[in-house]
């Protein structure tokens, strides 16, 4: 990858830009070879291209790879599930961010994305136990916030307990 590419790439994430952009930081950061930085590119460009099933297959292709670090397998899981949640396959989805939180406990996007999942699933307990975590880790998020907010709002017209329960826990580990 040339020092050009990587610095757009870094800029994308400092900026915001592209909501999928933030995510593939951990490789402009990392030693990662410019092999799988293109990759992620390319997985992202899909993506964002609407060709989902080709970025579902690029970012398999990284999760497959050896030598990944954690923090690496679980976004490539993260940005796998963001494609298969605007698929329309929202239980994959929720299934790849959950692989994303095993590798990554405390990631937050993970967390939120999982959480906003569950919700247009109207598991809406479930979404307010990651919702009430995603805000938890990573307070200055506003977008967090609104949406940990609206749930409970949500949840308050449906006549059920807004209140985050400490005894909710993240969903149980998947098989891999």
């Known amino acids: 990858m040339t020092l050009i590419k990587r610095a757009l790439l870094i800029a994308f994430i400092i900026v915001g830009a592209f909501p999928l952009a933030l995510t593939c930081g951990v490789w402009a950061q990392t030693q990662a070879t410019p092999s799988i930085v293109d990759t992620v590119e390319q997985g992202y460009l899909a993506h964002r291209r609407g060709d989902y099933d080709q970025a579902i297959e690029i970012f398999t292709s990284i999760i497959r790879r050896r030598g990944l670090s954690i923090k ?105």
């Open 72 to 176: 690496e397998r679980a976004v490539s899981y993260l940005l796998r599930g963001e494609a298969k949640r605007d698929k329309g396959d929202l239980e994959e989805a929720i299934h790849d961010f959950t692989r994303a939180i095993n590798q990554w406990p405390n990631y937050p996007q993970a967390i939120f994305f999982r959480g906003q999942a569950l919700a247009r699933l109207n598991r809406l307990n479930e979404a307010l136990a990651d919702l009430a975590r995603a805000v938890e880790l990573d307070p200055n998020r506003e977008s967090y916030k609104t949406s940990l907010e609206l749930l409970k709002v949500r949840m308050e017209k449906a006549g059920l307990d807004p209140n985050p329960r400490n005894d909710l826990e993240l969903q149980a580990p998947l098989e891999e």
